[in-house]
């Protein structure tokens, strides 16, 4: 062993000398500062950076006429053995200079947010039990003090101490042998931290639920299938068929301290692609749904995709926003959904204002008054084709909202299709509820790096919408399809990738190109900024690495 | 509001490249639907649980009860009551299919009776005469070591192809193209033109392997148009004689 | 400030297994004392005489006596072997046994003549009463202040909640009177000087050429550029030694104490 060149000083006592860097203005994480989230855009707090899930930062460090110089500051590579074939889909959160994600499987690590060095390191094994229908996905965690949760593959939800990475609880959330699983970073609403399972493809039966942030003590639980008795279980027409009914969650809920109201986005119904075991609307699968996040009891919903056959999850992020909207100041909820339509609501009351396709669609032609789309096609046994495809004209990906260009930024499939084929499903215990794969063009990144598609197949985009009108402001279109977020800026720029392992900046108001950069793998995560010593960051995840840009010095 | 599709014009793209209906136009004609791969796996899959201990591998295990050649024979209309319903006062019990499902079964049959006739009338010998020979095959096939590059690989073509199968690529090689053996014409701003097949693009270049077997990116501002073609393979039907198209079909099903 | 004197115990005869190649190099990471060798030995008699022999030596290719081992030459890989087994031979594992009570069947091993021991500590250790112990370690001795035990504590110091199945007496007690003797790599201490004077001191996390990543001893996460750095370096234990501060008894008790805690991280 060689010591030398190492100096050596003694520390008499006990006594701690108390830091006093530049960078150490840390503090618990109270409801209170995750309340005011935009009032520090240093840090970056909650999943999507803010209650509102705007995914939109006020850091101006960054700008439309200096980002062709942004560089990258570091990369965290992850420690799976799956490597850049794994999906890497967790959004950071940044707490005065140190930063916090989750690597495959169920890896949480503490990262200094200036060298991406690491802190600790929380490695969670899974149990050999977990199903796992899509990848061993995470997409990040939630804070409160100085406690960490992070859900697991398993099912279970980990309460992790932010300074040392120690486990302060740990409970089974469901159980993870009939395909239950936790890929949702959780939400924290007061003091309770709120989740609820992905696994729509093992017939679960979905529910969101929160514990006491301290405890880990269950405070209550919505069924997003209702059994019997409870109200809406009438859309479930046949016996025991909300057993085995899906309604998973497995993105992100937002939250309107003002009006006290959260909001989830929930899955499909189970079977994916066989509805006729399932008669009636499958309440509230495919759907938003509104709750008082003090006892869980629903105050609203609305269905984008009732008794769904095409697997259009609900699950995307809602975006609430404070607009004139047509010459009303509403309170209003975003919704670009998989299905294909782009959404307005008063988040008020659910009230439906407007909805049309922002993408090819022919799954319907129309809604009626009250918001209920006109279904014309469906699965059969001899194959229909359908637009959008299976995989959604957009999904769990991050979409935002600027303040400064008032549009709406939605990572888009466009104008895909599948053949959904009806054939016979009978549900197993722990086995996929599914029914026939409809056709893809568009596999998953596997080991084959190939892209030979035909320009008919479909293609993807970031697209600027303008929620006044539904209309498409702009397209930056991409070869390859994209499963990336999008971040905004306040000095109008748009952050956002593509399986192709780009990250581009583009200018919010056109969408121009103004800089990019290959990652040498997938993205598929949400960016993020933060500023550390009045410097501004943003990170992106891509492949098998979290990647960090800034400006030069 | 709602921009909608031209449904029959677009649902002719995946049916084309997914169906193999084109390799058997004489059985087809009896199918009450076209089927598509999917089906003849599923067929296949739902014969091999429920008719093969009876009927044997090859349909042939009843005397005098070649289910194979007797599915060639007979319409959709006479052959799903059977399979489905059973013939009454026989071992033929029935299945309790839906009808869809004995429809990928009497499909999957009529490919087991094609691939049966072709095997037999083919000489594998003579078959690998004409494929090495005057059949050009090695100029854009390689088999093990020997051939060209620019097309698939046949080494192992026997293992993943069926005879009739075979026989259709020949006779008609644009019916279904495997999405990672399509060509297209690189047309360049200063007016080449690169063929090829292939292999990768993103949103700002295309990566071809070119007909003379070089490794070419091309950046897509230098690309004027990226044209998707038809495969550069030709129809054999009017170039061999069936026996001899038969030779070639037997001697690729030999390669494993 | 004088450095600190690192002890660094280099087994007698090391050299000389050196030369016999780098798989059977003998690593010793702990000194042992009589107390432990002795526990291990009865251990041994219990659960390995019975296909190794009283002298160790009763399997052949696998002679413990000789100082050489096959599966691994630290303290962590004997342990791991003992607990798991080898599969695909006839050495089952040995689950029942807890991590410090293999660790002193390993010192045990380690003071067979030619495992090249000496022992350096001949110290008597005493083990006494745990829940007399539990009222020191919350009370007098302060522990709490930097230790915690099943979440309840500081977090500057190592967390004890299992520290009773992976030590034994003696390196417990030996780190009550002695803490800078032998500390564990994820808990040395660091201290840095910023360009203003100001002092950091905590818990060493990471460090790579440029910067240095610590929990400050107000427990917070902290990382320095090294290049803005006055002054940095490693530091001795902020533990103080309780050598002159409690009496033999209560360190036994506290022995006693800390060997009952066994709790959560028991493996």
């Given amino acids: ?73 570091w990369v965290y590579q992850v420690r799976s053995r799956a490597g850049a074939a794994e999906k890497f889909e967790a959004t950071p959160l940044v707490v005065d200079g140190v930063m916090y994600t989750v690597t495959p499987p169920n890896d949480l690590v503490a990262l200094d947010a200036l060298t991406g060095r690491a802190f600790w390191i929380y490695s969670h094994t899974p149990s050999q039990d977990a199903r796992v229908c899509c990848g061993r996905i995470n997409r990040g965690v939630a804070i409160h003090g100085d406690t960490l949760f992070m859900g697991t593959i398993d099912a279970h939800l980990l309460a992790i101490d932010a300074r040392n990475g120690r486990l302060k609880w740990d409970v089974e959330v469901a159980d993870p042998a009939l395909g239950y699983a936790l890929t949702v970073a959780p939400l924290i609403v007061k003091d309770k931290v709120v989740v ?60 309107d301290p003002e009006l006290d109201l959260m909001y989830w986005g929930v899955g499909n119904p189970g079977p994916d692609w066989n509805g006729d075991s399932r008669p009636g609307d499958n309440l509230y699968t495919d759907s938003v749904v509104a709750l008082d996040p003090d006892n869980g009891e629903l105050q609203w919903h609305y269905q984008f995709t009732p008794h769904d056959e095409m697997d259009y999850d609900a699950v995307q992020v809602p975006v609430l926003v404070d607009m004139n909207w047509r010459g009303e100041d509403r309170q209003v909820m975003l919704w670009a959904n998989r299905n294909g339509l782009f959404y307005v609501f008063d988040r008020t009351d659910g009230e439906f204002l407007h909805g049309s396709p922002f993408v090819e669609v022919n799954w319907m032609d129309g809604f009626d008054e009250n918001g209920r ?38 990572p888009s499939w466009v104008d895909t299709f599948s053949v959904y084929t009806k054939r016979p499903v009978e549900y197993v215990e722990g086995q996929q509820f599914v029914g026939a794969f409809p056709t893809m063009a568009m596999p998953a990144l596997g080991t084959q790096p190939t892209n030979v598609r035909l320009p008919e197949e479909g293609f993807g985009a970031i697209q600027a919408v303008d929620p006044q009108t539904g209309d498409i402001e702009w397209m930056f279109e991409m070869t390859d399809v994209t499963d990336s977020g999008v971040l905004s800026t306040a000095s109008n720029l748009v952050f956002a990738g ?39 960051y943003v990170a992106i995840a891509a492949g098998a690495g979290l990647f960090v840009f800034a400006l030069p010095e | ?109 009529r490919f087991v009776a094609i691939d049966r006739v072709t095997e037999a009338q083919g000489d594998a010998a003579r ?30 073509i026997g293992s993943r192809r069926r005879s009739g199968e075979l026989r259709d690529s020949l006779l008609d090689p644009n019916a279904e193209v495997r999405t990672e053996n399509r060509f297209v014409d690189a047309h360049l701003t200063g007016g080449t033109t690169v063929r090829g097949r292939l292999l990768n693009q993103d949103s700002f270049s295309v990566q071809i392997l070119s007909m003379d077997e070089r490794l070419t990116a091309i950046s897509k501002s230098d690309l004027e148009e990226l044209e998707f073609i038809d495969s550069p393979m030709p129809s054999f039907r009017d170039r061999l004689t069936p026996q001899e198209l038969n030779d070639i079909v037997r001697y690729l099903t030999t390669l494993r | 400030m004088p450095p600190v004197r690192m002890r660094i115990r280099v087994i007698a005869g090391c050299a000389a297994l050196i030369l016999t190649g780098a798989s059977t190099l003998t690593a010793q990471e702990h000194s042992y004392a009589p107390a432990d060798i002795q526990a291990g030995q009865g251990l041994f008699q219990g659960n390995c005489s019975g296909c190794h022999g009283q002298a160790g030596d009763g399997v052949q290719g696998a002679d413990l006596s000789s100082g050489r081992f096959r599966r691994g030459s630290s303290d962590e890989d004997l342990i791991r072997v003992i607990r798991s087994g080898i599969a695909g031979t006839s050495m089952p594992p040995h689950e029942s046994l807890s991590v410090g009570d293999t ?33 020191v370690f919350e009370g007098r001795g302060e522990c709490t202040t930097c230790h915690s035990v099943n979440g309840e504590g500081g977090l500057r110091g190592p967390d004890l909640g299992g520290i009773g199945a992976r030590r034994s007496p003696g390196s417990l007690e030996q780190s009550i009177l002695e803490p800078s003797a032998e500390i564990r790599a994820g808990n040395r201490s660091y201290r840095v000087v910023d360009a203003t004077g100001a002092t950091v001191t905590g818990l060493l996390l990471n460090q790579d050429t440029h910067s240095i990543q610590m929990m400050s001893t107000d427990e917070r996460l902290v990382s320095f550029l090294k290049s803005e750095l006055r002054e940095f370096g490693f530091a001795s234990s902020p533990m103080p030694s309780y050598q002159d501060e409690l009496s033999g008894d209560e360190v036994a008790d506290l022995v006693g104490y800390l060997l009952s805690l066994r709790g959560e991280d028991a493996q």
Avoid at chain 1, 507 to 536: C, F, H, I, K, T
Avoid at chain 3, 109 to 123: E, I, K, M, N
């Fill in chain 1, 373 to 410: 789309p006109n279904q014309v096609l469906a699965p059969t046994e001899g194959g229909t084709l359908i637009m959008p495809n299976n995989q959604g004209a957009t999904n769990w990906y991050s979409p935002s909202y600027s303040p400064e260009t008032e549009l709406f930024y939605i």
């Fill in chain 2, 127 to 156: 078959g690998q005469a004409l494929v090495e020979g005057r059949g050009g095959c090695l100029v854009c096939h390689a088999i093990e070591v020997a051939g060209g590059l620019v097309a698939p690989d046949l080494s192992d």
């Fill in chain 1, 498 to 536: 593509g399986r192709e392992g780009y990250f581009y900046a583009l200018d919010a108001r056109d969408g121009s190109m103004l800089w990019r950069q290959s990652l040498g793998g997938q993205v598929s995560a949400g960016p993020m900024s933060y500023e550390v010593n009045g410097r501004q």
């Fill in chain 3, 103 to 135: 660790r002193t069947i390993v010192a045990f091993l380690r003071s067979l003549p030619a495992g090249g021991v000496v022992p350096v500590d001949d110290r008597e250790v005493r083990v006494g009463d745990a829940a007399r112990g539990q009222a």
């Fill in chain 1, 196 to 255: 609820g399972p992905a696994g729509g493809e093992y017939g679960i039966r979905g529910f969101i639920v929160a514990y006491d942030v301290e405890t880990g003590n269950e405070e209550w639980r919505f069924n997003t299938v209702p059994g019997p008795g409870e109200p809406a279980s009438e859309t479930w027409e046949r016996e025991d068929s909300w057993r085995t009914g899906g309604g998973s969650i497995w993105v992100t809920g937002s939250y």
């Fill in chain 1, 1 to 73: 062993m060689n010591l030398r060149g190492l100096v050596f000083v003694q520390i008499v006592g006990l006594a701690g000398i108390l830091a006093t860097g530049s960078n150490l203005a840390y503090g618990q994480v109270t409801s209170e500062r995750l309340l005011e989230a935009g009032q520090e855009p240093r840090n970056w707090l909650t999943y999507s950076g803010g209650y509102d899930s705007q995914r939109h930062t006020t850091l101006t460090g960054i700008t439309p006429a200096n980002v062709v110089d942004l560089q990258l500051e």
């Fill in chain 2, 1 to 109: 509001m709602i921009r909608t599709l031209a449904i029959a014009a677009a649902l002719a793209f995946p049916v084309a490249a997914s169906a193999v209906s084109g390799r058997a136009a004489a059985p087809q004609a009896q199918a009450n639907f076209t089927a598509t791969e999917l089906d003849y796996a599923e067929g296949g899959a739902l014969y091999r649980n429920r008719c093969l201990r009876c009927h044997g591998p090859d349909g042939v295990a009843l005397e005098g009860t070649d289910i194979a050649a007797l599915s060639t024979t007979l319409s959709d209309d006479d052959l799903l009551p059977v399979i489905i319903g059973g013939i009454p006062e026989t071992a033929m019990s029935p299945t309790g299919l839906t009808a869809f499902e004995a429809g990928t079964v009497a499909a999957y049959l």
